[in-house]
């Protein structure tokens, strides 16, 4: 049986945001899904405070309960976020817990394996592109991104009596049978294990662009963020070329130290 986290990042729970994911759920549980629903303003997590040391470690200084929601992510197979727009961009409900990941979700591709449906709701600013962001945004592993198996973007506003709208079966029957479909694709992703894929010219791009620059700043900064070193390493992002031009480029800067070709950076943890 697939299982399902309701990544709730609306802080309405009686809103139609949250209102609209929760339709998506019932179109997984009617194809065999159990939905677990998380709010996200339920839970303990703080900002994110950018001292970095989950770039060293792998793991957030602050205590709180940010990882055990991270936990139950990795054991999930989709996700359901939702979060209606604010200010054109998704909640800081969400950004707050998405932050928290800046640094090492790129690198790690934590949750890669998960399908994903975003839901946003707004006023006027219902592009496509909001829904997309927040339900990419979990897997954005910068080779291996998650998969969007759909997005609902909805527009609460009625235009001609000038106030928002609250969605219901009855007086949105199309919205509400679109959004229980997506809850049998979301199942039915899951069931064909799904995954996403860059475009081949964003994945050359970043595999021979962007990261080999990571990498040379991670070697010359010479293991302050070996959590991330041993990352890129993992993935033969650096590799013995790279450690020996490194070393002949601090032979020329530091004549005076015995830099040996190829010498393994030390981590000062
Ligand atoms: C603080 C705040 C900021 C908002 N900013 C925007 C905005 O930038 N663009 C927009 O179209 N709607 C904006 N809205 C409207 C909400 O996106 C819209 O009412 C949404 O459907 C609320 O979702 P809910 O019913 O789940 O609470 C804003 C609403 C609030 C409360």
Not at 1 to 6: A, F, G
Not at 84 to 89: A, L, Q
Not at 174 to 203: S, T
Request: hydrophobic share 40%.
């Amino acid at each position: 049986m697939p299982h399902i986290i309701l990544l709730n990042g609306a802080p309405r729970k009686t809103g139609n945001t949250l209102r609209i994911a929760e339709w998506v759920a019932e179109g997984a549980q009617q194809q065999g899904a159990d939905v677990t629903v998380i709010h996200l303003t339920d839970e303990r997590i703080d900002h994110c405070q950018g001292c970095e040391t989950c770039a060293r470690t792998g793991r957030c200084i602050i205590q709180d309960d940010h990882e055990a929601i991270c936990q139950q992510l990795e054991q999930a197979q989709g996700v359901i976020v939702c979060a209606p727009v604010y200010g054109g961009f998704y909640s800081s409900v969400l950004k707050t817990f998405l932050d928290r990941l800046t640094c090492t979700l790129g690198f790690t591709g934590r949750f890669a394996h998960l399908c994903a449906v975003g839901v946003t709701t707004a006023r006027y600013d219902f592009r496509a592109k909001n829904a997309k962001d927040i339900a990419a945004a979990l897997g954005s592993s910068w080779l291996n991104p998650g998969y969007v198996s759909g997005t609902i973007h909805k527009q609460v506003m009625d235009t001609k009596k000038s106030r928002n709208i609250v969605v219901s079966p009855e007086n949105s029957p199309r919205l509400y049978a679109a959004a229980i479909k997506m809850g049998g694709k979301l199942v039915a992703d899951i069931q064909q294990e799904k995954r996403g894929a860059l475009p081949l010219p964003v994945r050359l791009l970043f595999r021979h662009l962007v990261l080999p620059g990571i990498a040379k700043i991670l070697v010359n900064e010479q293991g302050k963020l070996p959590f991330l070193y041993q990352k890129m390493e993992e993935q033969g992002i650096i590799n013995a070329t790279l450690l020996r031009r490194h070393a002949a480029q601090m032979q020329r800067l530091s004549p005076d130290r015995p830099w040996k070709t190829g010498e393994k950076v030390k981590f000062t943890p």
